[in-house]
């Protein structure tokens, strides 16, 4: 193993096992992984019998990785897995399925009675507006109880669903409503985030203009203005009126498409990829059964954004398809004020939560003082994933948030429709920094650029080497590419275009992006170990490191970070450079460091990292901004490379 890759994961805390939530789940999870070890179809038969269904399959599975089917000849519905079987449930009927909150402190709550009625009420009203199955419903909203109505609406009558995020401006949503042929568009007349309305609305108004087969939006009055509607529009609240009677659950083939949800990159072409019915919703019922593991009583707030795959995934259907209660918020977690997060877990009884590593990076920036004002006694398991998670970040959570919470760090892609790997809590040992071992149902390997297994302790090239029901099935409308962008390099087995490496226990450590590997002087190095020896200062709260040309060694490597409170910019300088190159080797010591306010970040929580090496060298961002936060990150970038310019 290199010294760099001892340094990431000796960073961590010794393993670590929690106390099990029961004796019983420890051996359901031993008597899953026995039946993968015998054939990890059969762990998915198990899986699959945990939903009800129309028609029974017959075919577990056909076709290998770039042409799989799952349980070809039987018929199910994913709205009736979520919402209908516990609404018909005399137990979970008036149970809460969401606990909603909006950024001004509005609150909703809805039972599983209530979500199935006007689940079937809005899938009425699409039907009467000529949407039917196949057809393509963009939803373009923030976290509202009516994103779960449309999506399981969407659902109900195999209409395909997208979901736009609420930060998209006029182009981005042109271009992914033009690449999706929507023709339908659900969408809040505005949201509210950091105390501004975001004006949804209207940005769909000027989308529409270069688009003809947007037959029908549906207007949902978020915010109370009761905006005119135009040609075209309807009202949402008075379409779910005028259909009380509701419509049947249409019986679907498992491998139809269920939605397609679109990457954000460099590529001018937005690319949407598909994922199935019956896979989705089978394989996410486990993530969630797993990964947050439904006890009496639990809240879980999956704190990420609804046009984050995680959030269908996690709360939408699998937390549903669990029988799960689902709180759910729409603004930004630091508005009004830094309390937000504490105050929403206590408000509504969170017992379980799922976010993005900079929420835990955020919440160690605000201070223990204020983490020890809020004890969080009902709080269980947190649970990261979207980017990796540092080992001082999970250091201070697993001692400070809820006086030691379990923090489990868990990893997948919008391409796998699931995380696959992470540590179950209360049965797994839990190790900062690593995302455990594959789950059943899975298998990998890490492989040299050749394509050949490397052994533990060497990084390589991520590979999934057998389907799964969650993976994507292709690229809307493009399945060859589809085909060369995962099967291109490695044919027969999934690039995760991810580094990683297996430690000598069997944990899988994620690196970063393949593309994020810089070359410094003939020297291969990560820029996540680079990153781990930054955050490891106690000054710096997150860190982005990026690779930028150098005439003399290739590729330099350059830090953005921002600090604690009352930090001493400078001292803090001199010592990353200082640390890097002695701790990684004078290959790796950083060339500059840019201490700046804030990063530019997705709505996920994921730094954008393109982004940074783009202002650097070009002096503007040369690709897709549409998934960006907060514009204004972007300016503070610029403002500390200029005022890093000026120093010098």
């Given at each position: 193993?290199t010294?760099?890759?001892?340094q990431?994961?000796?960073?961590?805390?010794?393993?670590?096992?929690?106390?099990?939530?029961?004796?019983?789940?420890?051996?359901?999870?031993?008597?899953?992984?026995?039946?993968?070890?015998?054939?990890?179809?059969?762990?998915w038969?198990?899986?699959?019998?945990?939903?009800?269904w129309?028609?029974?399959?017959?075919?577990?599975?056909?076709?290998?990785?770039?042409?799989?089917?799952?349980?070809?000849?039987?018929?199910?519905?994913?709205?009736?897995?979520?919402?209908?079987?516990?609404?018909?449930?005399?137990?979970?009927?008036?149970?809460?399925?969401?606990?909603?909150?909006?950024?001004?402190?509005?609150?909703r709550?809805?039972?599983?009675?209530?979500?199935?009625?006007?689940?079937?009420?809005?899938?009425?009203?699409?039907?009467?507006?000529?949407?039917?199955?196949?057809?393509?419903?963009?939803?373009?909203?923030?976290?509202?109880?009516?994103?779960?109505?449309?999506?399981h609406?969407?659902n109900?009558?195999?209409?395909?669903?997208?979901?736009?995020?609420?930060?998209?401006?006029?182009?981005?949503?042109?271009?992914?409503?033009?690449?999706?042929?929507?023709?339908?568009?659900v969408?809040?007349?505005?949201?509210?985030?950091?105390?501004?309305?975001?004006?949804?609305?209207?940005?769909?108004?000027?989308?529409?203009?270069?688009?003809?087969?947007?037959?029908?939006?549906?207007v949902?009055?978020?915010?109370?203005?009761?905006?005119?509607?135009?040609?075209?529009?309807?009202?949402?609240?008075?379409?779910?009126?005028?259909?009380?009677g509701?419509?049947?659950?249409?019986?679907?083939?498992?491998?139809?498409?269920?939605?397609?949800?679109?990457?954000?990159?460099?590529?001018?072409?937005?690319?949407?990829?598909?994922?199935?019915?019956?896979?989705?919703?089978?394989?996410?019922?486990?993530?969630?059964?797993?990964?947050?593991?439904?006890?009496?009583?639990?809240?879980?707030?999956?704190?990420?954004?609804?046009?984050?795959?995680?959030?269908?995934?996690?709360?939408?259907?699998?937390?549903?398809?669990?029988?799960?209660?689902?709180?759910?918020?729409?603004?930004?977690?630091?508005?009004?004020?830094?309390?937000?997060?504490?105050?929403?877990?206590?408000?509504?009884?969170?017992?379980?939560?799922?976010?993005?590593p900079?929420?835990?990076?955020?919440?160690?920036?605000?201070?223990?003082?204020l983490?020890?004002?809020?004890?969080?006694?009902q709080?269980?398991?947190?649970?990261?994933?979207?980017?990796?998670?540092?080992?001082?970040?999970?250091?201070?959570?697993?001692?400070?948030?809820?006086?030691?919470?379990?923090?489990?760090?868990?990893?997948?892609?919008?391409?796998?429709?699931?995380?696959?790997?992470?540590?179950?809590?209360?049965?797994?040992?839990?190790?900062?920094?690593?995302?455990g071992?594959?789950?059943?149902?899975?298998?990998?390997?890490?492989?040299?650029?050749?394509?050949?297994?490397?052994?533990?302790?060497?990084?390589?090239?991520?590979?999934?080497?057998?389907?799964?029901?969650?993976?994507?099935?292709?690229?809307?409308?493009?399945?060859?590419?589809?085909?060369?962008?995962?099967?291109?390099?490695?044919?027969?087995?999934?690039?995760?275009?991810?580094?990683?490496?297996?430690?000598?226990?069997?944990?899988?450590?994620?690196?970063?992006?393949?593309?994020?590997?810089?070359?410094?002087?003939?020297?291969?190095?990560?820029?996540?170990?680079?990153?781990?020896?930054?955050?490891?200062?106690?000054?710096?709260?997150?860190?982005?490191?990026?690779?930028?040309?150098?005439?003399?060694?290739?590729?330099?490597?350059?830090?953005?970070?921002?600090?604690?409170?009352?930090?001493?910019?400078?001292?803090?300088?001199?010592?990353?450079?200082?640390?890097?190159?002695?701790?990684?080797?004078?290959?790796?010591?950083?060339?500059?460091?840019?201490?700046t306010?804030?990063?530019?970040?997705?709505?996920?929580?994921?730094?954008?990292?393109?982004?940074?090496?783009?202002?650097?060298?070009?002096?503007?961002?040369?690709?897709?901004?549409?998934?960006?936060?907060?514009p204004?990150?972007?300016?503070?970038?610029?403002?500390?490379?200029?005022?890093?310019?000026?120093?010098?």
């Amino acid at each position: 193993m290199t010294d760099s890759l001892n340094q990431l994961i000796s960073a961590s805390l010794l393993p670590l096992r929690k106390q099990c939530y029961s004796r019983e789940r420890a051996e359901e999870l031993l008597a899953a992984r026995a039946l993968h070890d015998e054939d990890p179809d059969k762990y998915w038969a198990w899986v699959a019998g945990q939903q009800r269904w129309i028609r029974p399959w017959t075919t577990l599975r056909s076709g290998g990785l770039t042409d799989f089917r799952y349980f070809e000849g039987g018929l199910i519905n994913v709205a009736d897995n979520c919402v209908d079987r516990w609404a018909e449930d005399a137990t979970a009927a008036d149970t809460a399925a969401i606990i909603w909150e909006g950024e001004p402190g509005d609150s909703r709550t809805v039972t599983y009675r209530e979500l199935a009625a006007e689940v079937s009420s809005l899938a009425a009203g699409l039907l009467d507006l000529g949407v039917t199955k196949g057809d393509v419903v963009a939803i373009y909203m923030p976290n509202l109880v009516e994103a779960f109505t449309a999506i399981h609406a969407c659902n109900r009558i195999g209409a395909i669903y997208t979901v736009l995020f609420s930060g998209f401006g006029a182009d981005a949503v042109v271009s992914r409503l033009r690449a999706s042929a929507a023709k339908a568009v659900v969408v809040a007349d505005a949201s509210y985030r950091r105390g501004k309305l975001v004006p949804l609305l209207d940005n769909l108004r000027t989308a529409r203009r270069n688009l003809d087969h947007v037959a029908h939006t549906i207007v949902v009055d978020r915010t109370g203005r009761q905006v005119p509607l135009q040609r075209g529009e309807v009202s949402y609240a008075e379409l779910v009126s005028a259909h009380p009677g509701g419509t049947p659950v249409v019986p679907l083939e498992p491998n139809d498409a269920a939605f397609l949800i679109f990457t954000s990159g460099t590529e001018a072409t937005p690319k949407g990829v598909v994922h199935s019915v019956g896979g989705f919703l089978v394989g996410t019922w486990a993530n969630a059964h797993w990964q947050v593991g439904r006890e009496p009583g639990d809240v879980y707030w999956v704190a990420a954004d609804v046009g984050w795959l995680t959030f269908p995934i996690q709360a939408v259907v699998g937390g549903l398809a669990c029988g799960m209660t689902i709180a759910c918020y729409e603004g930004a977690l630091d508005t009004p004020t830094n309390e937000r997060f504490y105050e929403f877990v206590e408000r509504h009884g969170v017992t379980k939560v799922l976010a993005a590593p900079t929420v835990l990076r955020m919440l160690r920036k605000f201070g223990d003082e204020l983490c020890a004002r809020h004890p969080l006694p009902q709080l269980k398991l947190v649970t990261v994933q979207g980017e990796p998670l540092d080992a001082d970040t999970f250091g201070w959570a697993s001692e400070h948030l809820a006086g030691g919470v379990p923090i489990v760090n868990a990893y997948g892609q919008t391409e796998t429709g699931s995380t696959w790997t992470y540590p179950v809590a209360g049965v797994d040992d839990l190790k900062a920094g690593s995302v455990g071992r594959p789950l059943p149902g899975h298998e990998c390997v890490v492989v040299d650029d050749n394509g050949e297994p490397v052994p533990p302790g060497t990084k390589g090239n991520l590979l999934l080497t057998r389907p799964f029901p969650t993976l994507a099935r292709t690229v809307w409308g493009n399945h060859d590419r589809y085909l060369s962008t995962y099967f291109g390099r490695f044919p027969g087995r999934y690039a995760t275009n991810d580094e990683a490496v297996f430690d000598s226990d069997g944990h899988l450590w994620v690196l970063g992006r393949a593309d994020d590997v810089i070359n410094v002087a003939a020297h291969r190095i990560s820029t996540m170990e680079i990153e781990a020896v930054v955050t490891a200062h106690d000054q710096v709260t997150e860190a982005a490191v990026i690779g930028v040309p150098d005439d003399t060694k290739g590729t330099v490597p350059i830090a953005f970070v921002t600090l604690m409170a009352g930090a001493d910019a400078d001292a803090v300088r001199a010592d990353l450079i200082r640390l890097t190159g002695e701790e990684l080797g004078g290959y790796a010591r950083l060339a500059r460091v840019y201490p700046t306010a804030t990063l530019p970040k997705t709505r996920t929580g994921k730094i954008m990292r393109r982004l940074l090496r783009d202002v650097l060298v070009t002096g503007r961002p040369e690709g897709d901004t549409s998934a960006m936060e907060d514009p204004a990150a972007l300016s503070a970038v610029v403002t500390a490379i200029a005022g890093s310019a000026a120093a010098r």
